[in-house]
């Protein structure tokens, strides 16, 4: 039917906001192909492969609470214990579902059609979700070639019409993380009045001397916000809690916009014991950068130029060569995260990164040498 209808009980479609029009929708991680004979593995969406601390399910448990009852919205236990250790005050914390909320509640109290927001790119795949949803107009500024963020570049773009920053350190998908005097260096040229948001999702990973720490940066600017995830070293991802830390009035814009009883009891449970054992969540941090510093290097040695990685992936900038990369990893089993630009391999079980080394070697043999 390509006549226009206009009978009653049309099929036309609802009139959606047009700025849907303008980004695409998030697409997760791919789940491995099933090949019989070889175990499979995904490592395609940097969860954390070691299991959550036993402490921390039997909390989930003992929190499994009557069901009719809503949660408890200030998180209050969890906040109280997030800002003894991190040294700040309660009032100064907001708990989301994961960090993907506050990406969302962000741009909803910075961004609309008469605004701008700047971020890298490639990045966090949310950004352009969460600031096209909103009608912002994006400005997607390009990683070096060395994966970093391009600051000088970022700092050029701020106009009147700036609202919103995003930062992402270590950066997802390319690695590096920022130091902390090329931060303060690129806030000096932000007009207090922009929002700036960073985003450390991977922090306990990074492991490189003199990198930005969002808690201080925050204590320094009220106009920074830090936004951090139980998703990936507290390996919590499927519970979806998240926080941010923010001067008092970002605080409080930020709750206008979040979803009331958002985290669940068992969610809240089991973040605030997985934070009491904060020592051992970064034992294994740690583990597992050091499992993905020999990746990287195996990768160098093989001819590759693998950027800097500080989070719980590896950044293969493959260009063209993405997808058939992608399919060579899926026909062995293994889910790796194709972005376009490049792929992402998240660290995960010896086998499986063994086997992406190995398509990697022939990959390199066959288009490089
Ligand atoms: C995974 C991730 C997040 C948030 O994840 P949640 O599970 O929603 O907490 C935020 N930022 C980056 C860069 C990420 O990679």
């Not at 009852?69 to 236990?77: K, M, N, R, S, T």
């Not at 510093?293 to 950044?315: I, M, S, T």
């Amino acid at each position: 039917m390509n006549s226009p209808d206009t009978s009653a009980g049309s099929t036309s479609t609802p009139r959606l906001r047009a700025s849907l029009k303008t980004f695409p929708p998030y697409v997760p991680g791919k789940a491995p192909k099933r090949i019989d004979g070889l175990a499979s593995f995904k490592l395609s969406s940097n969860e954390n492969y070691l299991e959550p601390l036993p402490a921390v399910t039997d909390a989930m448990v003992a929190h499994a609470k009557n069901p009719a009852v809503y949660p408890d919205d200030g998180a209050l236990a969890l906040r109280t214990e997030l800002a003894e250790r991190l040294g700040v005050s309660i009032d100064e914390l907001v708990v989301t579902t994961g960090a993907s909320e506050l990406l969302v509640a962000l741009t909803q109290i910075t961004s609309d059609a008469t605004t701008e927001a700047i971020y890298p790119w490639p990045s966090f795949e949310m950004y352009p979700q969460t600031t096209g949803l909103a009608g912002s107009k994006r400005i997607e500024v390009p990683v070096r070639d060395d994966g970093r963020h391009d600051l000088d570049a970022m700092a050029a773009a701020i106009t009147d019409r700036t609202s919103l920053i995003i930062l992402c350190s270590p950066n997802n998908p390319t690695g590096p993380a920022l130091r902390d005097d090329e931060v303060r260096q690129f806030l000096t040229q932000v007009p207090d009045h922009v929002l700036v948001a960073l985003d450390e999702a991977y922090w306990e990973f990074a492991t490189a001397e003199g990198l930005v720490n969002g808690v201080d940066l925050v204590a320094d600017h009220p106009n920074v916000v830090l936004v951090r995830t139980f998703s990936k070293a507290h390996a919590l991802a499927g519970l979806r809690v998240g926080y941010a830390l923010a001067h008092t009035a970002v605080i409080q814009g930020l709750l206008k916009a979040v979803i009331p009883f958002g985290v669940t009891d068992i969610s809240q449970a089991a973040a605030l014991e997985s934070l009491r054992h904060s020592e051992e969540v970064d034992v294994r941090a740690k583990e597992i950068a050091a499992v993905r510093d020999e990746f990287a290097h195996a990768l160098r040695d093989q001819g590759w130029d693998v950027p800097e990685a500080q989070g719980n992936f590896v950044w293969l900038p493959l260009g063209q060569l993405s997808s058939a990369f992608e399919d060579a990893c899926v026909e062995q089993a293994v889910a790796v995260r194709n972005l376009g630009d490049g792929v992402r391999i998240s660290i995960g079980e010896q086998e499986g990164l063994d086997r992406v080394l190995a398509v990697a070697a022939a990959f390199y043999s066959e288009h490089f040498d």
